[in-house]
């Protein structure tokens, strides 16, 4: 079992509404990513956190606004999305810049389905 | 060319056969290479992590990388339904961190397992 737990695992939402995805780690990693991945398709880079502070933002709509609360939480609010934002949601952690060759590896959570109406 | 290229498939296979996953890749600093496993509807799962070249087993599963021919594989012997799913390559340069966080994946191989 993956020790990144997301919540909730399917949301279905309006173009009106706001929700918020939400991913928590126990491994004391260091680094946090939000992926977005769309059917048959490989997951896409949204944003990093490192050490708690936004290190990557790919050039995400501000619809998306991600949140780093501590070193094992990390939450993507979600406002205004579009139905084209439907996908699944995947939540990761990597033991951080300083780690060991092994701290490269990425971790996946099970993901958020999200339905966007 | 992309980075990273990786034939999508479909691969289908009967049980207990051998199974070849392969990627080819560009970009010449590329150190760390791995191979993921998603089953549908899930997020993908850590197989196998190598860095630089050379080979490296855990059980039925063997990651194989050549940097010289920019080339890596997974071979997965004894093949079961349960292995039915999609494999990712990924791979990753260093420095590790910074802005160098990111993951490039290929585009997935989907593989059926048939009893």
């Known amino acids: 079992d993956t020790e990144v737990t997301q919540t909730p695992k399917h949301l279905v939402m309006g173009m009106t509404n706001k929700k918020s995805l939400k991913c928590e780690q126990h491994?004391?990693?260091?680094?946090m990513y939000w992926y977005k991945q769309k059917a048959k398709k490989p997951p896409e880079l949204m944003f990093v956190y490192s050490y708690e502070k936004l290190s990557i933002n790919e050039s995400v709509p501000s619809r998306f606004s991600p949140e780093c609360p501590n070193s094992s939480l990390l939450n993507l609010h979600l406002h205004a999305l579009q139905p084209e934002d439907s996908a699944l949601y995947l939540c990761a952690s990597s033991q951080g810049p300083q780690g060991s060759r092994s701290g490269n590896t990425i971790y996946f959570g099970e993901g958020s389905w999200l339905t966007v109406v | 060319q992309k980075e990273v290229e990786q034939d999508p498939g479909p691969l289908s296979v009967p049980e207990g056969a051998i199974v070849s996953l392969n990627c080819t890749y560009s970009n010449s600093a590329f150190q760390y290479f791995m191979w993921y496993r998603q089953y549908s509807r899930k997020g993908p799962e850590l197989l196998m992590y190598t860095y630089s070249s050379g080979n490296k087993e855990d059980g039925r599963f063997t990651a194989q990388v050549d940097k010289s021919s920019k080339y890596i594989s997974l071979f997965i012997r004894d093949s079961q339904p349960s292995d039915s799913a999609t494999y990712l390559c990924?791979?990753?340069?260093?420095?590790?961190?910074?802005?160098?966080?990111?993951?490039?994946f290929g585009k997935g191989t989907l593989l059926t397992v048939n009893p």
């Open positions: 491994m004391g990693h260091r680094a």
């Open positions: 990924a791979m990753s340069a260093p420095p590790w961190g910074g802005s160098n966080y990111k993951l490039t």
